[in-house]
């Protein structure tokens, strides 16, 4: 049972164009959401997170979206790099602080020059 | 900075074999994970942590064993390696900073069981 689902394994766009990477998930007490960049042979880094009392979080050239009600969640890229080709996972989690994250399958970005 | 440090990066195993996967922390945190992940399967869940010698079962648990001694180590166990086994493994510990929480990762540890 996928209870995070990212439906796009890989995603291609053009540098400086908007990169759109989409998650969505079904467990209802899922509240606190991240998303996470892992480049080959590296761990995952962070990158931006959530919780559900908003819809929208803004760090620099990342924003993630969040649609509570169509359990759906966006990350926008602008301009994207070619630095940001890399597997983006989200991941989500009851919101109490050190809970196990539940991650979905990665989508691939490849941003080309 | 957190820094999680795994021992190996690289590591070939042959079947049969007990296989240790050492992760150390070094900013006191109390909560620490071992995932394991697989092209078109994400991360999964292996086994966690919320304080020394106490351990709970993530989502593929089948396999593997952990131990968790002192607060920084955590280590992951495969008991009798099987090549199903093959894969990235990759512990974390849990961040806070009051605002956002998330979990800080190792390098990873390739695993290649033969």
Same mark, same amino acid.
């Given at each position: 049972?996928?209870? /995070? @689902?990212?439906?796009?394994? &890989?995603?291609? /766009?053009?540098?400086?164009? %908007?990169? %759109?990477?989409?998650?969505?998930?079904?467990?209802?007490?899922?509240?606190?959401?991240?998303?996470? *960049? @892992?480049?080959p042979a590296?761990g995952?880094?962070?990158? %931006?997170?959530?919780?559900? %009392? *908003?819809? @929208?979080?803004?760090?620099?050239?990342?924003?993630?979206?969040?649609? *509570?009600? !169509? *359990?759906?969640? &966006?990350?926008?890229?602008? $301009?994207?790099?070619?630095?940001?080709? !890399? /597997?983006?996972?989200? !991941?989500?989690? $009851?919101? !109490?602080?050190? &809970?196990?994250?539940?991650?979905?399958?990665g989508?691939?970005?490849? /941003?080309?020059? | +900075?957190?820094?999680?440090?795994q021992s190996s990066r690289y590591l070939v195993k042959r079947t049969g074999e007990k296989v240790f996967l050492?992760?150390?922390?070094?900013?006191?945190?109390?909560?620490?994970?071992w995932y394991r992940q697989d092209p078109g399967l994400g991360l999964r869940l292996i086994?966690?942590?919320? +304080?020394?010698?106490?351990?709970?079962?993530?989502d593929i648990p089948e396999g593997y064993s952990?131990?968790? #001694?002192?607060? #920084?180590?955590?280590?992951l166990i495969l008991e009798s390696a099987s090549t199903n086994q093959t894969s990235m493994y990759l512990c974390?510990?849990?961040?806070? +900073?009051?605002?956002?929480?998330?979990?800080?990762?190792?390098s990873g540890t390739r695993l290649t069981v033969v």
């Amino acid at each position: 049972d996928q209870q /995070v @689902k990212q439906n796009s394994p &890989s995603l291609s /766009v053009q540098e400086g164009r %908007i990169s %759109i990477l989409n998650c969505d998930y079904t467990n209802s007490m899922f509240d606190y959401f991240l998303w996470y *960049k @892992k480049y080959p042979a590296e761990g995952p880094t962070f990158l %931006i997170s959530i919780s559900s %009392i *908003k819809d @929208k979080n803004e760090d620099g050239r990342f924003t993630v979206f969040l649609n *509570k009600s !169509a *359990k759906h969640l &966006s990350l926008h890229i602008v $301009p994207s790099q070619p630095g940001d080709s !890399a /597997v983006y996972f989200c !991941a989500a989690s $009851p919101m !109490a602080s050190g &809970s196990r994250l539940t991650f979905g399958e990665g989508t691939q970005l490849t /941003v080309n020059p | +900075d957190v820094k999680v440090t795994q021992s190996s990066r690289y590591l070939v195993k042959r079947t049969g074999e007990k296989v240790f996967l050492e992760c150390v922390q070094d900013m006191d945190h109390e909560n620490m994970f071992w995932y394991r992940q697989d092209p078109g399967l994400g991360l999964r869940l292996i086994y966690f942590s919320y +304080d020394v010698k106490m351990k709970e079962k993530g989502d593929i648990p089948e396999g593997y064993s952990v131990s968790r #001694e002192k607060k #920084e180590r955590f280590s992951l166990i495969l008991e009798s390696a099987s090549t199903n086994q093959t894969s990235m493994y990759l512990c974390a510990s849990s961040f806070s +900073d009051g605002l956002t929480w998330g979990y800080t990762f190792g390098s990873g540890t390739r695993l290649t069981v033969v």
